[in-house]
């Protein structure tokens, strides 16, 4: 069955750095997402990206994130300077008609 | 923005009984999903189901659309099935994505 891959599993990462959550969806899927879930809580909608572009956004990504498809298989979040508030598990999925398909998620801990 | 509201937020069960986890959502919704979140943090899908009863194993789901809810039955509870469970809908127009309740965190005891 196909799967969507996330690496890193864990990264740690000091407050003001750069990170860069690495994605690989499915491949025929056409819609792409990251989801955000800070500790104990509710899985929440960060972005999703259609025909190589934003389609939408929340209001929790704003100028120190941003995604890019590089190369037409990897999707990448990038968070610019990294705050104590971004440690959370995030998730990568990609849609199709039979409903969403997660990653497994990186933890991402700012110290 | 549509409300996903779950219930029980908490449930404790010994092992091989039974148990039925609600979701009512505020709106019209073009699908909704069941998920589990195993104590790794992975969301494993259970149930992709817009309407009527899907059953796998001893799972199953039902969603009365009209109505705005859904049901995940679990039968024969076993303590594997512990951890949270996420209904989310999908929503409609825009971008498809999907809004998530806040979990029935399942503890099944042996």
New interface residues.
């Given amino acids: 069955e196909p799967e969507v891959t996330q690496t890193p599993s864990h990264q740690v990462t000091q407050m003001g750095q750069e990170v860069i959550l690495r994605c690989v969806p499915i491949s025929n899927h056409l819609?792409f997402?990251w989801?955000r879930?800070i500790l104990g809580?509710?899985?929440?909608?960060l972005v999703?990206f259609?025909n190589n572009e934003i389609?939408?956004k929340s209001e929790i990504f704003d100028d120190q994130f941003s995604v890019e498809r590089p190369d037409g298989s990897n999707f990448t979040l990038k968070i610019r300077s990294t705050k104590l508030e971004d440690s959370a598990?995030y998730?990568c999925a990609s849609?199709e008609i039979?409903?969403?398909?997660?990653g497994?998620?990186t933890?991402l801990t700012v110290v | 923005g549509i409300q996903v509201e779950q219930s029980p937020p908490d449930l404790i069960l010994q092992e091989g009984a039974n148990s039925t986890l609600r979701c009512n959502f505020s709106d019209s919704v073009n699908?909704l999903?069941w998920?589990h979140q195993n104590p790794?943090?992975?969301?494993i899908?259970l149930f992709?189901i817009p309407s009527g009863t899907k059953q796998n194993g001893r799972l199953s789901a039902t969603t009365v659309a009209t109505e705005r809810y859904s049901l995940l039955y679990i039968s024969s509870s076993q303590t594997t099935d512990s951890g949270v469970y996420?209904c989310?809908a999908?929503t409609q127009g825009?971008?498809?994505?999907?809004?998530?309740?806040?979990?029935t965190k399942l503890t099944v005891n042996p």
């Fill in positions: 819609y997402y989801y879930q809580q509710k899985v929440e909608f999703s259609y389609s939408e598990m998730f849609l039979y409903g969403y398909t997660f497994s998620g933890r | 699908n999903q998920f790794w943090g992975q969301l899908n992709y996420f989310a999908l825009g971008s498809e994505k999907l809004v998530f309740g806040k979990g």
